[in-house]
């Protein structure tokens, strides 16, 4: 009912109703099915998303980026996980490089993660240094929260575009963070702090969990302009140039076909 009056009166709504708070603790749908359950189409309504010891296939995990009104997105993924002993058993939800590349080209090539502000993670040790250069390609994301992620945190980042902050507190809960990430934006735009919110939920966050979360230091990654590449005197980067070799007489010069971009629908297919 939230959903339906958020759609279809979405000025009056955010007056009486702006925000909404949902937790499945103990999952009976698969990932897909909450998936679709948070997804507007119309983008009348923005949702946070934490997935707490979710269990997820890589598809699901790369259909994430159809959810157009996904607004700050959370991945907890305990340590502590038992094996799995049944291969038909799904894996506990984990990103790798090749999921946030998956990402990156759905981001270039069809406007996913269009307003995607707030990354959290938390225990991710398949991510890398590139996981921070395809999230470049994201338009609207803004901060980048980190703990327990050694292959992100043990490199420079700001040759990936980001600047780095260590040892910072993280806010409770991540409606608050990306609350945060709005207070620059909300003077210039109150309409975008208005839209109303979704808090979603899926899975429940252990309290060993918890407690590691809240008492452990994150690394912070802050998205940087180019203005502040210009203060800093950086140049801006050049195109390579490649030596040309002649063309041997009667050759044709070659034509570039033209492709198209992948669609979510051509990339699912790559990970079935």
């Not at 240094?129 to 470049?136: D, I, S, T």
């Not at 990936?160 to 990306?178: M, N």
């Not at 975008?192 to 809240?214: E, H, I, K, W, Y």
């Amino acid at each position: 009912m939230w959903k339906l009056l958020a759609t279809a009166y979405p000025e009056q709504f955010r007056q009486v109703s702006s925000y909404r708070c949902v937790k499945i603790e103990g999952p009976r749908l698969s990932m897909g099915e909450y998936l679709g359950l948070v997804t507007s189409d119309s983008v009348s309504w923005r949702v946070v998303l934490t997935l707490a010891a979710s269990h997820a296939r890589v598809p699901e995990l790369v259909e994430i980026s159809s959810i157009r009104n996904l607004a700050a997105l959370e991945i907890v993924t305990p340590s502590h996980a038992q094996p799995l002993l049944d291969e038909a058993a799904l894996p506990l939800a984990a990103l790798s490089d090749r999921i946030v590349r998956t990402w990156s080209e759905l981001a270039t090539a069809s406007g996913a993660f269009a307003h995607l502000r707030v990354l959290v993670l938390y225990q991710q040790p398949n991510l890398s240094r590139l996981a921070l250069q395809y999230l470049r390609a994201f338009p609207s994301l803004q901060m980048i929260m980190v703990l327990d992620c050694p292959g992100i945190v043990s490199v420079d980042s700001e040759a990936s575009g980001w600047e780095v902050a260590f040892g910072l507190d993280k806010p409770h809960t991540l409606y608050e963070c990306y609350r945060m990430s709005l207070k620059d934006e909300a003077r210039g735009s109150p309409a975008l702090a208005g839209v109303p919110v979704l808090d979603f939920q899926v899975g429940q966050q252990a309290s060993r969990t918890l407690s590691n979360m809240s008492q452990k230091p994150w690394t912070v990654y802050l998205r940087r302009t180019e203005t502040e590449k210009s203060e800093r005197g950086e140049p801006a980067p050049k195109r390579p140039r490649v030596a040309s070799t002649p063309r041997p007489p009667g050759a044709q010069r070659a034509v570039m076909k033209t492709h198209k971009g992948k669609d979510l629908g051509g990339v699912l297919q790559d990970f079935l």
